[in-house]
């Protein structure tokens, strides 16, 4: 056999089955799809079925809420057949304070998503649930549209109906080996050869071991899970036989363990803390949908803790133990997107949750690759987010962690333990002499903020914070004197060669900088939405430094390499060649005069670039400040910033020099009004809608995205940024709050911290409508505070100390 195919999804699971059922409907043709055994392989065994709309993310619970309405809706309209989705509703309960404020702000962020989850007192707990006795609990929080779905046949919905548009579905056909040719995919498969203009892994279980082939590291592992059912039990039972509704699916996470109605019984599934890895480096070869020998003991503590909460479950025997693998990725989130480096070659595998994300997930990657961009924010799955550094021992770490935290609190501004250490910057050590507190930043680890206290460690709070008052201190040493920052962990390459001037000049929404100046060019998606946002530094005519976040490393060099086909210039990868050393405040020209005997006066005006010596060291110096203050940033090869940044430290002791971190600079950036990549910047909105309009040009210019956004920049419904003073009290805000007018929400945070030096708590805010002024409120914890419009930055508005 040899097929032609345009897409082949390797992989039958819920994913694999929903992409191919969402590209069908998108009109693709020539479609096929490649199961290594039956469809649904990946979901047989996991019959739990569970379908949410908790998630922390906007586009992760999204994805969730287009499953429910796939196979609530849609499926079974479109087949005529049930697809078995129970909507039971759910409920999570809780004894920890900390947990009823993480419920209160997922509750928040479902006001702005349109999703309805509301928190709970115990005497709501036990009239929703009456099996469940409610002692010692605070509260709980309730998903009225939640439920579960029969896995096989949703899978099987999804598939019918692609295969009624013309899709191909090949069972038990293991694909044995993958390789480019002739400009596509050659996939080798064990009834013939494959020919393929793209590939999607969406092996699920067996996704390392496709990624191996493909030539990719996929930071996934198997990890084995296991939930219990119960013989029937007396009590659901009599709820039955009086016609009462199912039981709502209900979660202890601080015990760990969920329950649901499983006809007139009960399953149980537990998440122990301390997970077990399972083929961490390839599935056996003749592993199918196999069940594990139950291994209750693992677990004995976590059942004892679910039966003292619902007794009835001790009432009935045990009909059937189910033990079996499901994928962790360092992150838990799915892997969706384009593979890094690899043209016509997507991911959409690692998901936890099989079922519960794919119905979304497949629709999420089918519009990313008919339109050229995802439909919402795609940061939080996207598969570059992990780059080599991901290697054997990061995931098996990271994927224990992940299954032993599954029901772990997530804080604002979480930093996790396991696998840390795998990026150091050459300032590492000295970053940690002075007191850093780190955290890790795309690999890298970073200096959050600095403490005078030997071996302080953050305490994540929704509240406020135990490093609130360094970070003042930090805050306070850079407006009034000046201090340096290790900024090495952002990503940084070289565009050289003739075509340099006409390369720039069509990167982005921006004109380039002219040599020896500096710039930022939003790079837009097909859309219009902010894809990537470079800081340009024009070293000649033929030759440019870009320097990007470092959470966008691979995204960012698939991005220039795609977008510098057809003109003659040279992309160079240059992130751990070089490192970055800032220098900011009112007396860092005053520091520097020390180092160097480069002219920093009028020959160094405001955003521009000189290749100069500091310290006798060679030094890329870019004179721009992301805090507001007067400043440079050394860009110098990695081997010699040891040396470069022990030179300024010395020079600067006189002056009072400190140490700051990644959260005094978000502090006095938001104080500046300033958005960030990955959170205000996103492809859901154009640089306009982003409070940047003053950086678009498009007279007589053309780029990717231009008609988009120029459609978008007319229309009346278009988003608005905001720089919002909060009144809060007690809690600072941070990002993913409500934004209300009148009652609705008519708007969401994106960043928000305390501005040390105005003292003021500050957010910027997307409105979805433009012009609101007076009464607006964000909605922090559950409280709505009153919300007043900046008209300009609070701190400096008029530039005074950035351009001294």
Known sequence: MSTDAQVLIIGGGAMGVSLLYHLAKLGWSDLVLTEKNDLT????????????????????QEMRATSVRLYRDILPQETGQDCG???SGAMRVTRNPDRMDEFAHVAGLSRFTGYELRLLGPDE??????????????????EPDDGHVDPTLATHAMAQVARERGATILRRNPVTAIRREGGGWLVETAKGAIRARHIVNAAGTWGWEVGHMMGLNIPSVPVLHQYLVTDTLPEVAERI????????IIRDPEESWYVRQERDGLILGPYEKDAEAWSIDGCPPDFGADLMPPDLDRVEDIIAAAMARIPALETGGVKSVVNGPITFTPDANPLIGPAHGLPGAWLLTGSSMGVMEGGGAGWFLAHWMTHG???????????????????????????????????GVHYPFEERPAARGKRLTPLHSRMLERGAVMGAAHGWERPNWFSDAPGAEAVPSFRRSNWFDAVARECRGVTEGVGVADMSV???????????????????????????RVGLIHVLTPAGGVQAEFTVARLAEDRAWLTSAAAAEEMDEDLLRARAEGHDVTVEAMTEDYGVLAVMGPRARDLLATVTEA??????????????EVAGIPVRALRLSYVGELGWELHARAADMPALFDAVWAAGQPLGLVPFGAYAMNAMRIEKGYPAWGSDLTTERTPEESGLGFLVKTDGRDFVGREALLARMASADRWEMVLLEVATEGTDPFYSHPVLHEGRAVGIVTSGAWGHRTGRPLTLASLRER???EGLKVAILGRECPATVLDRPPFDPENTRLKS
């Not at 002219?599 to 100069?612: D, H, Q």
Request: aromatic letters at 10%; glycine letters at 12%.
């Open 41 to 60: 392989h990946g979901s047989t065994w996991h019959a739990a079925g569970l379908c949410t709309h908790f998630a922390h993310n906007p586009t992760i």
């Open 85 to 87: 989705f129970h909507r």
């Open 125 to 142: 707990i036990a009239e929703l649930h009456p099996l469940a006795r409610t002692e010692g609990l605070l509260g709980g929080i309730y």
């Open 241 to 248: 036989a009086a016609g009462l509704p199912e039981l709502p």
């Open 373 to 407: 961009a995802p439909p919402m924010d795609a940061l939080a799955v996207d598969s570059r987010r992990f780059g080599a550094w991901a290697d054997r021992d990061y995931r098996v770490a990271k994927a224990v962690e992940c299954f032993g935290l599954q029901f």
């Open 490 to 516: 952002f990503s940084k390459f070289e565009i050289s060669g003739a075509g340099t001037a006409a390369f720039l000049a069509t990167l982005g929404s921006n004109t380039p900088p002219r040599a020896g």
């Open 599 to 612: 002219n920093l006066g009028a020959g160094f005006p405001w955003m521009s670039i000189r290749e100069i």
């Open 771 to 773: 012009g609101l002024r």
